[in-house]
């Protein structure tokens, strides 16, 4: 029987994992399937066993639980250790529950190797404080960026995150209204507010002719930061369509040893964002 796979969330119907890792399957000819699991709110931990005594290999996990993931797992990365969440669960040889952290590395593969953003001694300013903004930090330092300034709307959130590199000297934290007006080299939203349409109000000096721009959202259409940074000339615009890739690229390989190509697997998810 194929190894079993899975993503567990909630709520996770449009979840594109499934497609992601399908195709990763078919590229490396792995034997596996993978499918997208709706996990009701009390019975994530007890899930998360079911599956991994069964012939479950391994499971993404997303939206509401990467935190108690974090919390199941006996094991941790030292990245899912600093991010505080996991997205990927799978079992060590001892039978215990590992859980690592991909979201990060999938952030700095697409501004690297896909975009061709130079992140070493980059000055970043990275808009929002909540999970997502976490689990990238470390891997952006790891890349040798030079400064990250933490904004968000609540502050004291910013600064809890800046305190848990307070060591590495790097990270500082401030509210939107206190974002200098001066250009960055790389400014990543990392906030939800494209969701609701809305844009995190810093001052449009931050995007020079030389700034690269990145939102982790994505969609059919341009998000309102990416307009926004189009509008101000920005020298890229990027989405987080390839963050997505990637990070599930990284779990790929954690699980079945194998790094799968994702250029492909990119072109065709974009292909068909939009065609809807
Ligand atoms: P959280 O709910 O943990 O954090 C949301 C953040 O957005 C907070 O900093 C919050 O500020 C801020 N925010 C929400 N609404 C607004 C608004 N209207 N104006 C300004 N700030 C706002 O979410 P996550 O960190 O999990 O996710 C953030 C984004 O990253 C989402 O859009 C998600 O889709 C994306 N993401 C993309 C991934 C990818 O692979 N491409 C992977 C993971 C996440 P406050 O603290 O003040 O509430």
Redesign the pocket.
């Known amino acids: 029987m194929a190894d079993r796979y899975a993503v567990f969330g909630n709520p996770i119907a449009h979840s594109k994992s499934p497609q992601i890792h399908a195709r990763f399957a078919e590229q490396t000819g792995q034997d596996l399937t993978y499918s997208a699991e709706h996990i009701e709110e009390h019975d994530f931990e007890a899930a998360v066993e079911r599956f991994l005594q069964g012939n479950g290999k391994g499971l993404n996990i997303t939206?509401p639980f990467k935190e108690r993931a974090w919390a199941l797992a006996q094991w941790r990365s030292e990245r899912a250790e600093l991010a505080g969440a996991v997205n990927t669960l799978y079992r060590l040889d001892d039978g215990r529950i590992a859980g690592d952290n991909t979201?990060g590395i999938?952030l700095v593969r697409d501004l690297d190797d896909n975009n061709g953003v130079v992140l070493q001694g980059a000055r970043v300013l990275v808009l929002?404080?909540?999970?997502?903004?976490r689990g990238v930090l470390q891997p952006l330092l790891a890349a040798g960026v030079a400064s990250i300034l933490v904004a968000?709307?609540?502050v004291s959130?910013a600064e809890t995150l800046a305190e848990l590199f307070a060591e590495d000297g790097r990270v500082q934290a401030c509210g939107f209204d206190q974002v200098p007006a001066d250009a960055f080299d790389l400014i990543i939203n990392?906030?939800?507010?494209?969701?609701?349409g809305?844009l995190?109000p810093i001052p449009v000096a931050t995007v020079g002719m030389q700034t690269a721009c990145y939102d982790?959202?994505?969609g059919a259409e341009p998000t309102p930061f990416c307009r926004w940074a189009s509008d101000l000339g920005a020298a890229r615009v990027i989405d987080?369509l390839g963050?997505?890739v990637e990070?599930a690229a990284e779990s790929f390989r954690i699980w079945r040893g194998v790094q799968p190509d994702t250029a492909p697997v990119m072109q065709a998810l974009r292909a068909a964002l939009r065609a809807i």
């Open positions: 939206v979201d999938g929002g404080a909540g999970g997502a903004v968000n709307r609540t959130r990392g906030t939800s507010a494209s969701l609701q809305e995190p982790m959202m994505y987080g963050m997505l990070q």
